[in-house]
């Protein structure tokens, strides 16, 4: 046998007698030699010997968790993505001109984003406490709900209410990340979000396109179908879903103070690691949301089109992910760390926002569609890269509540962007929502490139 020593310390306290441990390079067992009487190491002939299996010092990942979490991105892209060509239809009855239309199209966005606002850190800090499993699948229902009664529909009051149930349940997106936190070691994290952005990616190919010719049979159809799915997905986890968080690195106790959003959003940008990282998402956000929210709108009254070219226009971003994190990632990762992918990323957001501008300021469609897909790739890398940074900035225990928070300050980027973009839009014209982008996403670069610390 080819043997070579392991550290007896690996058993920690289970077995602290044990002063000698031999790996076995052609087996892989442990072998463990103790002296019955002084329990000491005093040569191999006088002691017996006891086979243990190998330890793992190493994190490793569970397939079934991995495979459950990328299907339920997957579907939660559709779900999301499949209602997006459809929504300023759905608004139009209850309005008497596009202007209005639009207000009460970014309303609903806002109106969802304040509910996340208040509902992800309860469920960030409930996942850290009662594992990520129960909270998921809490979640997935709720937004199955919301689209029904969405679609459903018959006045804007249950419009409102459809975008209400949904927010409340929001935290779905990130209690999935702070699974995938769980179950990925830190080191390989910003190349699995990656994997995920593209899963999503996927899911808002076919979403906005499955939607928009849903639409043809009604435009409450897409709603219906992502309720279905969505609920598809609920049973799966039932079924399948293993609970990813140890009950060794649970949260102890919740504390009021830990179910108070912007008590929560104090401590953590109180951290001196997450601060910087958080300001300048908060940042790139805000215009992210006006862009998403007015987006139909803008492609109505810009260039005229209808739910199924809007839909195949959404499926731009999705498409983009896919070539991105398939072919582009994974070589920046080999060149750059997470800080600079993020700025890269952002770059390439405020050029695909000036020729938004440019395509508003001229009614000149290709313009718009090179913006997108440059607009694309700069989301497409900035998200895995921030989900990186920021998931090795704390410990297990504080996944779901650091998650949270980050998800709650991105509704709160797109509670206040929707409402400034669709000012933006009806009073400075159709351009104005993308200058914002510009200039915000510039001051973001700006905290950003000073200096982030995070903790690897």
Known sequence: MNMKPRAAHLFGERLPFLNAIFVDEETKMLYCFVDKETKNFRGEIHMPKFRLPTLNTEQT????????????????????????????????????????????????????????????PVL???SDKYGRRPLLLVCLLGSAIGYLVF??????????????????TGGSISTIFAYFADIIPPEQRTKYFGWVSAVVGVGTVIGPTLGGLLAKFGNSVPLYFGAIITLLNVGYGALYMPESLDRNNRLKEITLARLNPVIQLADVLSMKNLK?????????????????????????????????LIGLMFSIMGLQDIISQGFIMPKLLLKLHDQQIAILGMASEIIGYSLIALSALFSFYPSFIVGMFIFGFGDSVFGPSFNGMLSKSVDPSEQGRIQGASQSIQALARMIGPIIGGQLYVSLGHAAPACMGMILIAAAMAVLYKGTQVNV
């Open 276 to 308: 910087r990282l958080l300001v300048s998402a908060f940042l790139l956000w805000i215009p992210n949301g006006s862009l998403q929210a007015v987006f139909s709108q803008f492609t109505m009254d810009t260039f005229n089109w209808k739910p199924a």
């Open 151 to 168: 679609g459903i529909g018959g006045a804007l009051w249950v419009l409102f209410a459809g975008r209400i149930i949904e927010g409340i």
């Open 124 to 126: 960030g800090v409930l």
């Open 61 to 120: 990942m569970d397939k079934h968790a991995l495979i459950f979490g990328l299907v339920s991105v997957f579907l939660c892209g559709v779900g999301f993505t499949i209602i997006m060509p459809v929504v300023p239809f759905l608004v139009q009855p209850y309005t008497s001109n596009p202007g209005e239309q639009a207000i009460v199209v970014t309303l609903l966005t806002s109106v969802y984003a304040v509910c996340v606002f208040f509902a992800a």
